[in-house]
């Protein structure tokens, strides 16, 4: 059964301080990984979609890397504007239907 | 940009209501998805569509039916909404079916039904 685990929870970071986050997943064939940012209250947005093994994104403090059973999500040098909770899901290929979300790992920068 | 757009983003409702919940999107996507989202339990699919007049079951529609008339609207109908169905009531829509293409989210409708 496809999966997806989310690590940790939840995060405090300090300003500046550079972390972290995993997002491990069991998939037949996976054929997407998502990254999405979640304000408290609202829809996901959108961060990345990386398909293949090796592959990376970054978008400003935010860059994503994909292994053969993991994603991260690396932070660099957060800022209290990048608290929020970061949702993983993988499309894999026998389940072209859906996506399959994390929990989800909530962050909180502090000033 | 992608939008899609939810009727409301607070509602209220007494047990034993029809529930309508409205989402719309502006980008000509084909496929459409409504999700529940609870604590602990993340996102789950109810219903999706990948074509107007189509439907297809997620993972918990009970409770639920789904109606798209329109390529760009797709609805979701709590026949008769009991107190378990508080949720927070999310929309989502990408461009094709059987693809790994992104889905784009609504701003949701957090619903409670007292």
């Known amino acids: 059964e496809d999966q997806v685990t989310q690590s940790p929870e939840a995060l405090r970071l300090q300003e500046g301080e550079s972390s972290s986050l995993n997002c491990s997943y069991t998939v037949s064939g996976l054929r997407g990984l998502f990254w999405y940012r979640q304000d408290p209250g609202k829809g996901p947005e959108f961060l990345f979609t990386?398909?293949?093994a090796g592959e990376e994104k970054e978008k400003e403090r935010l860059k994503a890397t994909l292994t053969k059973k993991e994603s991260f999500l690396h932070i660099t040098a957060p800022k209290p504007e990048d608290s929020a909770t970061y949702l993983c899901a993988v499309h894999g290929s026998y389940n072209t239907d859906k996506l399959i979300f994390g929990t989800g790992t909530r962050l909180q920068v502090f000033p | 940009d992608v939008k899609v757009t939810q009727s409301s983003r607070y509602l209220v409702k007494r047990t034993g209501e029809k529930v309508f919940l409205e989402c719309v999107q502006d980008m000509d996507h084909e496929n459409m998805f409504w999700y529940r989202q609870d604590p602990g339990l993340g996102l789950r699919l109810i219903y999706f569509s990948y074509d107007v007049k189509m439907k297809e079951k997620g993972d918990i529609p009970e409770g639920y039916s789904v109606s798209r008339e329109k390529k760009e609207r797709f609805s979701l109908i709590l026949e008769s909404a009991s107190t378990n169905q508080t949720s927070m009531y999310l929309c989502?829509?990408?461009?094709?079916?059987?693809?790994?293409?992104?889905?784009?989210f609504g701003p949701g409708t957090r619903l409670t039904v007292l």
């Open positions: 990386l398909y293949s």
């Open positions: 989502a829509s990408s461009p094709a079916f059987g693809l790994a293409d992104t889905q784009y």
